[in-house]
């Protein structure tokens, strides 16, 4: 099925442990972008990616990295985990028309 | 800063019923207002969207109002049925820049 797939689903880390969240998307969309979601404070932006080859921070990109591999794939790293990044990612890529598309998201715990 | 305001931040409503969702704006330069539509577990999809030149698209039982001068927008759903429970987050942007999400609106409708 065409879309935004996120591995892993779910993932418990403990604090000090660093970790990459995969994004892959088979729509040939050039913009990616990942967000965080948290209990009240709807969707927030940490990095995007208007092409391949560029990055840029989004709202709330402290303890974060990214990498645009190719068009398709746009991972997420968190370098040292804390107890405060424990969230829901959501992948999202967007092509010409103006919506996103979003992955199923992935739950990590710090703890 | 809260660029886009959604309310209520929670929402009940019997089957059969209006659901109303409002979002307020203050960046004239808004041109793109889409209306996400996210169920548990999964990635927010999106639902609808409308441009400024038209004040109501509707599509099935959704309908977005838009009110430029207020700088107000809307998402209606008609006979409301428990298929519709969800958390549904209206947006905003500029050009093809990044849209900014409101915090989100949980809808539960009852049977």
């Known amino acids: 099925n065409a879309g935004v797939t996120q591995t892993p689903k779910f993932q418990v880390l403990k604090t000090g442990q660093s970790m990459t969240l995969q994004c892959a998307q088979d729509?040939?969309?050039?913009?990616m972008y990942w967000y965080r979601q948290d209990p009240g404070m709807g969707l927030r932006l940490i990095y995007y990616?208007?092409?391949?080859?560029?990055?840029d921070k989004g709202e709330v990109p402290n303890g974060y990295n990214v990498s645009r591999l190719n068009k398709r794939e746009f991972s997420l790293r968190l370098e040292s985990a804390a107890p405060s990044q424990t969230s829901v990612y959501f992948c999202?890529?967007?092509?010409?028309?103006?919506?996103?598309?979003f992955g199923s998201g992935t739950r990590l715990t710090v703890v | 800063q809260q660029q886009v305001k959604q309310s209520p931040q929670s929402l009940i409503v019997q089957k059969g019923g209006i659901s109303i969702i409002n979002c307020a704006y203050e960046?004239?330069?808004?041109?793109?207002f889409p209306w996400y539509q996210q169920f548990p577990g999964k990635g927010p999809a999106l639902l609808i969207a409308?441009?400024?030149?038209?004040s109501e698209k509707k599509e099935g039982r959704f309908t977005i109002s838009f009110n430029k001068s207020a700088k107000q927008f809307s998402l209606h759903i008609m006979d409301s049925q428990p298929g519709d429970s969800a958390t549904y987050f209206c947006?905003?942007?500029?050009?093809?820049?990044?849209?900014?999400f409101g915090r989100g609106t949980s809808l539960i409708v009852h049977p």
């Open positions: 999202a890529s967007r092509g010409r028309d103006y919506g996103y598309t």
């Open positions: 729509m040939n969309h050039n913009s």
């Open positions: 990616s208007a092409s391949e080859g560029t990055t």
């Open positions: 960046n004239t330069a808004f041109d793109y």
């Open positions: 409308i441009r400024p030149d038209v």
């Open positions: 947006a905003a942007r500029p050009g093809s820049y990044i849209p900014t």
